[in-house]
């Protein structure tokens, strides 16, 4: 009997990667050939954990994106994942699946942002498709829509709760005018080439989740509102299973000496943010008369920030590492916040772009952490985080691993 074969995808950065190794890692227990296509930055992980890594942006294009100040921004990052990150990773991969699929015996794995797998599924009879879910923001809900934009500002007003039919014009407007434009063309062009259909638009509005599978990797009270709203077929598209946060660092464990033993507060933009000088400086000036140290860790740029009260790191599996710590400032990334929530640390966000502001937005709603909008507010707002207490976390859902929940649905497909 052949082998089955998965097929499974991440763009992003280490935040990305990090769950869907874990899912692949889970299937090559069961059997399954694993494939990964990821940004170069990141295959040596996926070679490690046993997959195969398919290198489908390399390394100085993904810097060259990731390094630009506006891929950090709300609108502008958002436009920038969609036109460059997406689409860069879009024609390599649906030539990958053309050559690696095996009719019959092979899943697809998709990430948000791999619309390659989405139209060949779509134009590959036969051809199976689970479309995982990293975080609630990319679902819509018009009367409670996950908050894609600072809640204070200028955009304070956009997309505001009970509003359902503003929300939906809006949600309108931002296919019509950003999301179509930016991936629309690449999109329907493929879809027109391979089965000659016809144009689609609002491609983001129900067409890019898989009508076979859809996983949430994140449990249901973290969004009960989105884990309620699509727990039913919609427009063609599978059910939405949330399964819990992977919690998979992509490392081995460190040795117990390599943990911090002075309880410092960590600190972290994410993997592939280029790091902000200023800020981890003044956050170290700010907690040194409380006597909390200050660890900055910037995997993609360890080192080059100097304050008696701070030390700089790379990265660091914070599984380990965040029971040893006093509490976390992070920029609110799913798989940080995931963590933090799961070690019972104290943690406040500061949001840059993508899904960060709706689970800074999760993480307050539910009182496991605080939110920093402005910058004038961090005094107090430290002062607040140090002097909070770990607390006991949510239980999980369920009492196997999020990956090895994942893995077992995927596999069932076939």
């Known amino acids: 009997m052949t082998q089955p074969r998965a097929i499974l995808s991440a763009p992003g950065s280490r935040g990305d990667v990090n769950p869907v190794v ?6 090559t227990k069961r059997g399954f050939e694993c494939f990964l296509s990821v940004a170069e930055p990141y295959a040596d992980i996926v070679r490690d954990a046993g997959l195969t890594a ?3 942006i390399d390394s100085q294009s993904f810097h060259a994106v990731a390094s630009q100040r506006e891929f950090w921004k709300p609108l502008a990052g958002a436009r920038r994942v969609l036109s460059e990150v997406a689409e860069q990773f879009f024609r390599p991969h649906l030539e990958f699946l053309d050559s690696m699929v095996l009719p019959g015996n092979t899943v697809l794995v998709a990430h948000p942002l791999d619309f ?3 139209v060949y599924r779509e134009t590959t009879p036969g051809c199976l498709l689970s479309s995982i879910q990293l975080a609630p923001s990319m679902m819509r809900h018009p ?6 934009l600072p809640d204070h500002g200028w955009s304070r007003p956009a997309m505001p709760a009970g509003w359902p039919r503003l929300n939906r014009l809006s949600y309108w407007l931002g296919d019509r005018l950003i999301i179509d434009r930016a991936i629309g063309p690449v999109i329907n062009n493929a879809r027109h080439h391979r089965a000659k259909l016809p144009p ?3 491609l983001m509005h129900d067409w890019w989740r898989s009508p076979d599978q859809v996983l949430g990797l994140y449990p249901g009270w973290f969004a009960p509102e989105i884990a309620a709203r699509y727990a039913r077929v919609r427009q063609a598209t599978a059910p939405l299973q949330c399964i819990g946060f992977p919690l998979d660092d992509g490392t081995d464990p460190v040795p117990a000496s390599e943990l911090p033993a002075d309880r410092p507060l960590i600190m972290t933009t994410g993997s592939a943010h280029p790091g902000d000088h200023e800020f981890p400086v003044r956050v170290a000036e700010l907690c040194q008369p409380a006597g909390v140290p200050v660890v900055w860790c910037c995997p993609s740029n360890p080192g080059g920030v100097s304050h ?3 030390r700089c790191v790379g990265y660091v599996p914070l599984g380990q590492w965040l029971p040893h710590c006093h509490a976390i400032l992070h920029h609110g990334g799913i798989g940080t916040t995931s ?19 709706d689970n800074a937005a999760r993480v307050e709603r539910f009182g496991l952490g605080s939110h920093l909008r402005r910058a004038s507010d961090l005094p107090s707002a430290l002062t607040e985080l140090l002097a909070r207490k770990h607390f006991q976390p949510p239980p999980h859902e369920h009492p196997q691993s999020a990956a090895n929940l994942a893995a077992q649905r995927i596999a069932a497909l076939l």
């Open 116 to 118: 390659a797998s989405r």
């Open 54 to 56: 398919n290198v489908v």
């Open 22 to 27: 874990a899912i692949g890692r889970e299937l």
């Open 308 to 310: 008696p009260n701070l």
């Open 143 to 148: 009367e409670l829509p996950p908050r894609l």
């Open 339 to 357: 963590r933090a929530i799961d070690a019972g640390v104290p943690q406040m966000i500061r949001p840059m772009a993508f899904d960060q502001f």
């Open 200 to 202: 689609r638009s609002r």
